[in-house]
């Protein structure tokens, strides 16, 4: 998929387009784009980063990075995206400026979008200002119950799998693999150590069931309290792995949550959970 961060950097031609921040790319997200793939010119998202509550200075954890964004988006058939800088003179632009300096500039004759959508200051922009506009304007139903503030409950929940539901995937977690204590190895089970983008969303500490770089993984979320941690780590056992991870980029599924993080009896007693854990990682299945 090509991305550009100018208007001017994508050839001015026939395109169907949506439009939005697509945290988390779930499946309200996901009809949308079906639409646009279907409307038959080049499908194209036109998409913001930071993302707008972030640039307006409010709080919000994140489901998906830019490049998980963008590699999702990819995924579901978008061809071009267009990766617009959000800052206050963004946020200052009238609906119809946005639609001259942005939507007319890179060819667009087709929206597609929810009956919710709003664009432009204030919010103040909708699909039928669209219309009026000239574009032809494909109204997708919305998904009941489906959104991105939904599904950060959900996770914070420790509900995992309702979460993937709403998001037609499974969870993930992302980050950096950073050097750690070593502790893993040491009990037979080496792990890589994640460090999350700080304006991600990580899920309620527990073990869980997953997957990372192809293999099965046991995943651990918390501060491991066996040993007195009070720093939230992000820990995978890759099942059948071998090999150095460090200063890798690496996304997690998360399937299944197995536990609550526990401190144990002795280290013996840690490591026979652990096995256990294990095993069940290799039973889980991946959600559809």
């Given at each position: 998929m090509k991305v550009v961060q100018r208007p001017e950097e994508l050839e001015r031609q026939k395109r169907a387009v949506a439009i939005g921040t697509f945290d988390g790319v779930h499946l309200g997200h996901r009809r949308v784009l079906e639409a646009v793939v279907a409307a038959g010119l080049t499908p194209t998202v036109v998409t913001f980063d930071p993302h707008p509550r972030l640039a307006l200075g409010y709080g919000v954890e994140l489901l998906t990075t830019l490049e998980r964004r963008l590699e999702l988006l990819a995924a579901a058939g978008i061809e071009e995206s267009l990766v617009v800088e959000f800052d206050l003179e963004v946020a200052r632009l009238s609906p119809e400026a946005f639609?001259?300096?942005?939507?007319?500039?890179?060819?667009?004759e087709v929206i597609a979008a929810g009956s919710n959508f709003r664009f432009g200051q204030g919010r103040s922009g909708d699909l039928a200002l669209l219309e009026r506009l000239g574009f032809d304007v494909r109204t997708v139903p919305l998904a009941q119950g489906v959104s991105s503030s939904r599904i950060r409950e959900l996770l914070r929940a420790g509900e995992i799998e309702r979460a993937g539901k709403l998001l037609g995937r499974p969870p993930e977690v992302e980050g950096t693999v950073v050097a750690g204590d070593a502790r893993g190895g040491t009990l037979g089970f080496p792990t890589a150590n994640l460090r999350p983008d700080p304006?991600?969303?990580?899920?309620?500490?527990g073990i869980y069931a997953g997957a990372a770089q192809g293999r099965r993984a046991a995943i651990s979320i918390g501060t491991n309290p066996h040993y007195g941690g009070d720093e939230r780590r992000i820990e995978a056992f890759l099942l059948d792995f071998e090999g150095d991870l460090y200063g890798r980029r690496l996304v997690v599924e998360l399937w299944k949550r197995l536990r609550d993080e526990r401190a144990f009896e002795s280290e013996q007693d840690l490591i026979d959970q652990?096995?256990?854990?294990?095993?069940?990682?290799r039973r889980a299945v991946r959600p559809s």
């Open positions: 639609v001259d300096d942005v939507l007319r500039r890179i060819g667009a304006i991600l969303l990580v899920p309620a500490f652990i096995a256990l854990d294990v095993d069940e990682t």
